[in-house]
């Protein structure tokens, strides 16, 4: 911001006045370490930085200097006209026919005056009568000066603009090459994080570190870096200059400057609390209303309506009172401070008027010291404005700065195993240990074989740990002892992108992202063909429904893929795992959002595809997995029975009265 622009308004928007006013925001638990980190992603454009400080310095002085350049405008203005009234008295005081002769200088006709009249011409008017030479006559205003001083003006401001654009050019290159870097770096680091980071931490969280946090420390970065430059060589600038006008002036406006701080500190310390209140209130309020929109239909159902309107008018009454004085508080920073700085304008005008008539002030200075006083508040202003900034600036790097240390998941072997040409599909879980927290285990001493081609369901109650073992088998987890071994070859020496190569996964929660149809279906195999991305959608019976829509296989699923059911979209990443031809399938409740007519089309497609390869089904719903070659029966993360689901049926244990509880009335109907 140029310092001859006028302040800026408080924002009385949302949290706005609250950061105006110096509210504080998050805090950085560790300035000094994230404010070094910051330096070392900006090192690279040091040279760059070192252009931004020389040209908003360069743009700062220009600006400060042209105030007394215009008082000096304003100087031969007022010379000139004094001048020509002391010239027309002097005139005046001659004898009758006498006239000036040529040579004379203004001192000379000074000596000259009798006493009487050179007492009327002020002290000022003749220091400057004494320097004008009368030789030609009636002296005018020094036009040409004054065009030369005007020149020297408009080249200053239009320098000073040139200035402040390179640097604010350059300083948001800055800012958005570190911004991209910063996204570059998180991005590749969510790809190294373990997948347990993401159980423990909310999704929300993570997105708000890549967009909010990193959009603050680039908006703040870009604004508050020039900016205290700007205002410290303003502050400094324009108290030299002052200092050079007139020390009784600069103590003067000194003397305002606590006062102006001291009712800013009061106001603050009393608005604090009620822009705080302000903003929990309207936490409460938006929770409030959100969660009643999403819920709106059990609200209805049961005649929530007099709850929730209750609460959201004690909310709302809250919101109210709390913004209502924090407004008023914050309404009264900008009288308050323009009266404080009248009282100063007056009183500056008082004593330069006193200083002028005595000859010890210039007018012109006058004016430009009442310039550098009206700019002198906003750079001190600014200052403190920054320092807010910079505290939530650092808070977001840091908060970047923590995504980025965490460590990341355990590299991959230099010697990594090969994967064979050929997949057989044999899977061996070898006494399998395994816990999520130390401490706490989930899996015990787990051991099955299953043999190539097998299908193989996972059943038992919730947290029994069966998706647990799937985790386990894609390498999301790595196991605490034992062994997983595919083929005879142990998962752990094999790379984590080749073991999950071996598997198409189909999950309970539907994934599908803001693109077309096809697109969807191929990303388990970005070069696939129209004809076997249609192929696949013929297998997971999506075909039909696919082509009922506008625009077919280009039809553009939503950000929330809301234009399709539930029960298409899991036939489509049933099609995508069907197109991705993996030697191993997981599915993991995968018909749990389809009809019954639906699953009985999906569970024959999965037969075929089945064929020839492994699958691991689990299941809460026994009536998919009837024709499984082995279920797994499991409970506190241990098999307690397996066998077929006529085998476990006969032998009346556990499965089976798992089973009856959902089918026993339509078995005895049977």
């Known amino acids: 911001m140029k310092p001859n622009t006028p302040a800026p308004q408080p924002n009385f928007g949302r949290g706005g006045a609250s950061r105006m006013l110096g509210v504080p925001g998050a805090k950085p638990k560790h300035f000094k370490k994230t404010l070094g980190v910051l330096a070392g992603y900006l090192r690279p454009h040091r040279f760059k930085l070192l252009l931004v400080v020389i040209f908003a310095v360069t743009s700062t002085i220009f600006m400060v200097v042209s105030p007394r350049i215009l008082g000096n405008v304003t100087n031969k203005v007022v010379d000139g006209f004094t001048a020509g009234q002391a010239y027309d008295k002097v005139v005046a005081s001659l004898p009758k026919g006498a006239s000036i002769p040529k040579g004379t200088t203004g001192q000379t006709l000074l000596n000259h ?27 005018q205003t020094d036009y040409h000066g004054i065009m030369v001083l005007g020149v020297w003006l408009i080249s200053l401001y239009l320098l000073s603009s040139l200035f402040s654009y390179a640097q604010g050019w350059i300083m948001t290159s800055v800012t958005q090459t570190l911004v991209y870097r910063l996204r570059q770096d998180i991005s590749l680091k969510i790809g190294h994080l373990p997948l347990g980071y993401f159980d423990k931490h909310p999704y929300g969280e993570v997105i708000s570190r890549v967009t909010n946090d990193i959009d ?43 006062v102006s701080l001291g009712f800013i500190t009061l106001i603050v310390k009393r608005s604090q609390r009620y822009f705080i209140g302000q903003q929990n209130s309207l936490g409460e309020l938006d929770g409030h209303v959100e969660e009643m929109f999403s819920g709106h239909i059990v609200m209805r159902t049961y005649n929530g309506e007099k709850q929730s309107i209750s609460r959201f008018n004690r909310s709302n009454q809250a919101l109210f009172r709390n913004g209502w004085k924090a407004q008023f508080m914050s309404g009264l920073m900008m009288p308050i401070m323009q009266f404080i700085s009248n009282l100063g304008f ?41 320092a807010n900034v910079m505290q939530v600036t650092v808070a977001a790097a840091e908060r970047v700065f923590e995504f980025l240390d965490e460590p990341d998941e355990k590299p991959d072997s230099p010697t990594a195993t090969k994967l064979p040409e050929h ?41 029994a740990g069966k998706t647990t073992i799937v985790n386990l088998l894609m390498r999301f987890y790595d196991i605490d002892s034992g062994s997983i071994q595919i083929d005879g070859i ?26 077309s149809i096809a697109d969807n279906i191929a990303y388990g195999k970005q070069d696939a063909t129209r004809q076997q991305i249609v192929a696949a959608a013929k297998a997971a019976h999506a075909d039909h429904f696919i082509r009922t829509l506008s625009q077919g296989y280009d039809t553009i699923l939503g950000e929330e893929t809301d234009n399709i059911s539930a029960g298409e979209k899991q036939l489509l990443t049933i099609a995508r795992a069907i197109l991705a031809d993996a030697p191993m399938i997981i599915l993991d409740e995968a018909t749990s959002s389809v009809d019954t007519r639906t699953e009985a089309l999906i569970q024959s497609a999965m037969e075929q595809l089945a064929k020839n390869r492994t699958s691991f ?11 499984a070659d082995l279920i797994l029966v499991m409970k506190s993360g241990n098999i307690i029975e397996q066998g077929t689901h006529t085998q476990l049926i006969d032998a009346g244990g556990f499965y089976s009265s798992l089973y009856h509880s959902q089918f026993g009335d339509a078995d005895q109907v049977s």
Do not use: C
């Open 216 to 258: 603050t420390i680039g908006q703040s970065l870009n604004q508050s870096a020039t900016q205290i430059i700007t205002s410290i060589v303003t502050i400094i600038g324009i108290l030299v200059m002052m200092l050079t006008i007139s020390w009784q002036l600069t103590l003067l406006a000194l003397v305002i400057l606590p």
């Open 346 to 386: 007056v009183g500056v005008a008082v004593v330069g008027g006193w200083l002028a008539i005595n000859g010890r002030i210039s007018i012109g200075n006058i004016q430009a010291f009442i310039q550098y006083m009206g700019q002198f508040t906003q750079p001190i202003t600014q200052t403190a404005n920054v």
């Open 423 to 463: 997949i057989q599909g044999a899977v061996s879980f070898q006494d399998v240990n395994f816990s999520y927290t130390a401490g706490t285990p989930i899996i015990q001493h787990f051991s099955a074989e299953v043999a190539p081609g097998q299908n193989v369901a996972i059943v038992g109650p919730t947290g």
């Open 113 to 139: 005056l009798p006493a009487a009249e050179k007492a009327k011409i002020p002290s000022a008017q003749q220091k400057s009568l004494a320097t004008i030479d009368f030789s030609n006559g009636r002296p």
């Open 490 to 515: 142990n998962t752990k020496n094999l790379a984590r992108a080749d073991t999950r190569k071996l598997f198409g996964m189909v999950l309970q929660d539907t994934w599908l992202f803001n693109g």
């Open 617 to 627: 089904v689990i299941a809460h719903r026994l009536s998919t997995i009837r024709n």
